[in-house]
């Protein structure tokens, strides 16, 4: 307790270690890292409170999108912040992201692809109620390889509410997201930091080709 209190009353940015000389002890000790686990995010560095906002919009805006998958960032979220901002951080993106996403595709309906609308899910929710598209969103959410925009489109042009649409993606992603978080944490502490963006732009990339292979396949066939 006398090393906790003479460590918080003198602002140092050295912790001494013990069993030394005061001159020793401070001297050799590593400097002191300012984490969100030890000491929450330290709001007075703007720097730090603007990173945080930066992730935050990026993640809702990706969470809004809903075809690029929430798993790219939530590395460098919990990489940044650690595992209490940053698990704020994915589950602010996937929750909120998916509320703005749902405006989003309902103001914007007459301007949603008319592959999109001929999609069977799309043509699924359109025959349902909104009690059973409540119970249709919670249950595709629940769903890991389910495309989050997909469903978020397709319950838009319903007449589903958006606070039960909320309500039913909320309590569906909850499971989804804090798995993908514990699997991501295990990885931000077992890769060294180069190891760990490396794997994530080669992920990235490998989607990236992917996706582009699959939008190109279909025009290949056409052309044969």
Known sequence: ????????????????LPGLSVKRRCATARPIKRTLETEGLPLNDWTTALEFLILLLVN??????????????TPVNLDRFG????????????????LAG????????NRIPLKFREHRLFR???????????????LCRLLPFMPSGLITAAAAITKIRAG?????????????????IALVFGLTLWLSRPALYGLLLATIAVFAISAYWRKRRPLAFRKT
Do not use: D
């Not at 990706?62 to 790219?72: K, Q």
């Open 1 to 16: 307790m006398p090393l906790l209190a003479a460590t918080i009353a003198r602002p140092s940015s050295t912790q001494c």
């Open 60 to 73: 809702i805006a990706i969470g809004a999108v809903g075809f690029v998958p929430s798993v790219f960032l």
């Open 83 to 98: 595992l209490a901002g940053g698990s704020v951080l994915t589950f602010s993106g996937e929750i909120f992201g998916a």
């Open 102 to 109: 749902f405006w989003l595709y309902r103001f914007g309906a």
């Open 124 to 138: 699924y929710f359109s025959s349902l109620t909104s009690r059973n598209v409540f119970w249709s969103v919670l």
């Open 164 to 180: 039960w649409f909320f309500t039913a993606s909320t309590f569906g992603k909850l499971p989804a997201v804090a798995i993908e």
